[in-house]
C-alpha cells in the first residue's frame, strides 16, 4: 500500500443511504470480530459499480487497514496484506521483460505470501493473452491455496467475462460475495 493508503480516511454514507447495504455487509466483514477469520479462511470481495470514486477502493484500504490492525501484534514479517493497482501491475509486468521492474518485482515476490491482496481496478481493459495467462496464473494459485482477494472495478459482474474471459472471471467472481455501490462520484467533495 502507498503511503497515502496507509492513513485512514472517513467513509461517509450518501444522503440517500443508497450504499447503506453494502457499507453494512463491508462493515460487518472487516469488523474486529470478523476480519482475522474472513481473511484466513480465504473469503473474497468483488466491490463493484459503473459509477467512479464512490468509495470501492477506499473500502478495499479500509478491510487492509482493519486487518493489519488485528494481527500486527502477533505477525511475523512476512508479507500479510498487498495492494496491487491492476493497470499499473500489468504495465510493470511488461517493463520487466526488458528490463528489470521494481514495483514488478515486488509483487511477483509476495502475491502467493499474503493473506489478502487487492486488485484494485481489475478489468478496466482488454487484457492481452501475455497479461491474461499471468493474472490467471496468480489467481488460480491464490484461489487453490485459499487465500482471500479483493477486487474493486468498475464492471457489473455479469459483464465481466465480456474483459476476462471465463476462466479468469470464474476465479474472481466464482470465489467472491458481490457487493455493489450505487452511490455518486465523491473525488474532489470537500467534507
Known sequence: MSESQRYRKAINLDSDRG?????????????????????????????YSHITGNGKTLWAERICQN???????????????????????LISMKDNINQ???????????IQLADLV???????KDTTQFEHENLLSMLDNRVVN??????????SPQ????LTGPRLCSRIIGYSECIQFKGKDKR????
Open 159 to 162: 459483464y465481466l467475462e465480456d
Open 19 to 47: 450504499d447503506y447495504e453494502a457499507f453494512y455487509t463491508l462493515q460487518r466483514f472487516s469488523n474486529e470480530e470478523n476480519i482475522e477469520r474472513n481473511i484466513l479462511e480465504g473469503k473474497s470481495l468483488y466491490i
Open 118 to 124: 487487492v486488485w484494485d481496478d481489475i478489468a478496466t
Open 100 to 110: 528489470q521492474n521494481d514495483y514488478f518485482i515486488h509483487i511477483r515476490d509476495n
Open 146 to 155: 485459499h487465500k482471500s482477494n479483493i477486487f474493486t472495478s468498475n464492471i
Open 67 to 89: 486487518y493489519i490492525n488485528a494481527i500486527w501484534y502477533k505477525a511475523d514479517l512476512s508479507c500479510k496484506v498487498l495492494f496491487v493497482s491492476v493497470p499499473r501491475f
Open 188 to 191: 474532489g467533495v470537500s467534507r
